[in-house]
Every structure is written in C-alpha cells, then in structure tokens.
C-alpha cells in the first residue's frame, strides 16, 4: 500500500478543517500519563504540535517538503518562538480528546495559532503558539507569500 | 458531545480487528523523530503500546476499568515483562505507518502478543511482548478467565 | 546500595541550591531532539519539569511523599496549571544546559516558579510555572503552611 | 561558561567508566512514569540510550561529530538495529538507578552493547542492543577502525 492509499484508508488520519477550523482526534494512552494518575502536562504540548502539523498538511505545507527546501529553496522546519498555556481540566487514560487548532495571525514573520483541547464539549487545555520558520543552519527564515497564502482562516 | 459520541464522529480511532489481526494507523510527527532525521527508536515501543491497548480495547478491555478494579477487584494494569525487537528500516517524518497486533499465547501468567509496523507493503520494525497483570500495589496477578477468553485469536 | 548511598555516590543528581536559586545539569541527549537537528520543543517543559522536582526536593518536599499523602492525609501532587515560555534559542545534541529556578510567589491556592535554560551563560529558554496542589482525586488542595515554609526563597 | 567548564562544574553528568564498566545515574521524574504508578517501560530504553551515548562520549565518540562527518567523512549516527529486554522490577518516582553498560562485541557492522539498571544492588531492567552505523542518507556504514579501537573492553 502506497502512501495515497494509507490516507485513503484512513480518512481521518489528519483530521478535517471547516470553516478555517481544524480538529484532530487524540487517544490518551500509557505514554500520555504519570505517576499522578492524570495526563502529564508535556503530553497536551506534544498533541497541540499534532494538530499544528496536520493544521498545515491540509493546507499543503508538508514538514518532508520544507526539509527538502522545496518551498524556499532551504531546509527549513517550523519552530515554537513564544507559548502560553492555560491547564483547565485533568485528563485521564482512554479519553478521547480533540485538539483544535485555527489561525489568529500571519506575518512573514512568524504564524500566532490558538489551540483549544476539548473533552466532549469541555474545554480542557488552551495554547497560543507564535511559530517562526527556520533553516537547519538555525537562520531566522522569511515566511515565504506562497505558504503565507496557504493557512486556512478562520470564518468568523 | 459525550465519549460514545467521540467514538461515533472517530471510527478509525482505535484501528479496526479483522480475522484476530488488529491494525492501528499512526502518523510520524516531530515528537518521534531525532536529530538524525529518522524515527526515535524508542517511538517504535510507544506506537505498538498504543496498538496493544487498542486490541484489548477492541476486545472490551480498558485501562480505566482495570485501573478501577472491575475485572478482579483490584487496581491494575497490564505490564509488559519482556521485549524482544528488530529494526529494520528508519520511519520518517510524515510518515503514515500501520501497527499490526496479533495474540501469539495466552495464559493465566501471560499474554504474548506479536507486532509489526508496516510502511506501504513493508515491515520497518517487528516486536514480540510478554505482557502480565500487575495491581498498582505491585503484585502479579492471574489473568482472569473472563479476560483471557476476551483476546481475539488469530484465525490462520 | 541504599537509596542514601546513591545520593551520596552522586552528589550532583539533584542540582544545588544557593541564595534560592536552584541549578540542575541537564545533557541533550537523542531522545531530546527532533528531525530539524534541534531540541524537541517540549523536551524544554520536560527539563523545565525536573529542575522544579528538584528544587522541591532539595526543600524537603518530595513526590513520593506527597503521593504518599504525609503531608495532609491525602494523595496529591504538584500540577502545572499555566505556563508561559519564550524559545530563544536552539539547543542541539550533546549540549550541556542547566536549568535554574527560582521562586516568584507562593500561596495556599499555588506557587509560581521562574526558570531560564542556559548554555554557557547565554539563556535559550525561559518559563513561568504556576503550580497547584491536586489530590489523586481530581481536587485542587490548600497548600499546608509547612510545605509553603520550606519554599526557599531567593536572597536578591 | 564555555562547554568545558560545564563539564568540569558537573563532573559527573557523563557518568564514569572503570574497568570497561560505564555507569550513568538517572533519577525518576514525572516524565517517566504513567498512570500504572510505576515507570513507562517505554522510559527504560530511553535511559539505555543516554548510557550508550555517555558510554561512547567518555570513550571519545560525540554524537555531534558523527554528524558533523568527523569519523568517516559522511553524516552518521548510530541507531539500534536489535533489541532484547528483560523488566525485572518496576521502577518508580523520585528513585535514584544506575545505568551499567558494557561492551560485548564489536565488529565492522556492528556493536553489541549489554546493558544493566540496577536500583540500590538489585537489578530491575536488562537489557542487549545491537548497533549499526547509519548515514544520513540511510545507508548502513562501516565502523571505522579508529572508532571501533576506543570501544572500551571489559576486564573480566
């Protein structure tokens, strides 16, 4: 099975994006908890960092393709320059949780994304990240028009 | 939106069991690669814990009911007690694999269960896992009857 | 070898404080770097996770004892409940940083803690914590006088 | 404060080798337990890889060189190509254990390290990892001669 027939038999691997909005499905498992019985904190870092990747993906922005340097012509990798995080709920082994991710600002700078991971209908973890793009030698990159043109935004 | 109802808007979230085998799809995100540009080798032990819990899942077996003490009165949790694993070629960023779990023994002391992770048609890394019932207290467990008969069998 | 006489066979393992600023060694090792050559974004709250262990530590105020429920009758642990982090610059493997802390506020309802990451003397990373005092349960806990009085408090 | 003198203020952050036994303390934190109470098993093969780097890195073998070409004139890593795991004892928060690494076999393809996490005299985790030499473009390498002659040999 080629890579096009993996997305095709699994649909939802990336999530869907409507109206500007992406939602990505998470499992708690194992690896996600700690000792305290609840999801450790770094876990809600690592599936906000899901919902971001796939965020893009559905907007054609593939990780292996900025490393190949297709966009710009340099390897290059979307990085975290600022985080704030608000911890509102605990979760637990087996949830089911879904991170939603939308656009709050683009510059040639940098990319501002707020993220909200909800249990049911309950808000259980909020993120903003200012994320910049950046080459493999550690050069601050301009975020080129054509991938500035690519973020979905949000219908309010 | 209620936990049945996450499952329902999800249906691939726990993979799928046909015939004995279960099969989850994950995605290779930044969290699973290192510096050297491939998967972390101990991602490989992450995904196919998450495929072991959700082919006990599958089969009505919960981390949250055990942990409650449902199944035999204490709280705890499935352990694995030995690993044996062979790498056989790098995952990558991007990548959409499928780990596939299938139960090789079964018995009151332990459940062997034998996986693979395929990218495409082709195996990149197979594990063989003892696993035991360990309660929260640190004692090894039976495995209730009631559980053993639950693990699908392969039909070869 | 006692759990005493590891300590003293590793005098380092748990940083040093002095004037209420707590340093821990941290090595960047594979698991701590992702695909871009770069630290993993969330290895930062993970370190950022151990100095603040140890800072507790070295006051006196240890998890398993906490988990333990000796300090008021009931299992509980510290839980982050905001955090807001700046990524100035990246580490790589190999690297040795260290991780400082040091006390900003402490109450009944949380403590909040600032930490830098440096590499030499320059600062890559910086974090503020507000953690909470969560029983097992799920409750948000008081937190005692005697836990608060150990709280070392930077001589400025 | 240069790398140098980070390696001279922390004098045991790489562990130390004596008579071909390498020795490397890691404490128990959050990061590395779950929901069970004990430590994720997934955490033993992660504390194994920083003794196998601190193994090499005390023998003169930096990752950053690897992959900077030093050795061999091509980017490279080492990576895992085998493993067999024993989990003896669960490993909980806040326990000080000790990574044991030696050496079992080293050829042109690959090294055979045998590894031991001990807590106080007791062994909880064993286990054997085979190691190959891969470029960063995939291709299995040859260990250079100059490499393979720093493997430091156990004096039985």
Redesign the interface.
Known sequence: ???D???T??????GHIHEGRHVL?V?V???D??????V???SY??WC??GR??FL?LAGI???AL?GGVHNGEPC?F?????????LK?G?????L?VQTVARASTKASITLSQTIIR??APIFTLEAQCVL?S?S?KLLRIPNELLARIPQLSS
């Open positions: 099975m080629a890579e027939e993996s997305e038999a699994w649909p939802d691997i990336s499905p499992r498992y194992f690896e908890t700690d000792f305290s019985g609840f450790y904190h770094a870092f690592r960092e899901r990747s796939d993906r593939e990780h292996a490393a990798a990085a975290v320059r600022r985080i704030g995080a608000d911890f605990p637990r082994i087996d949830d089911i879904e049911g209908a950046v493999f550690g």
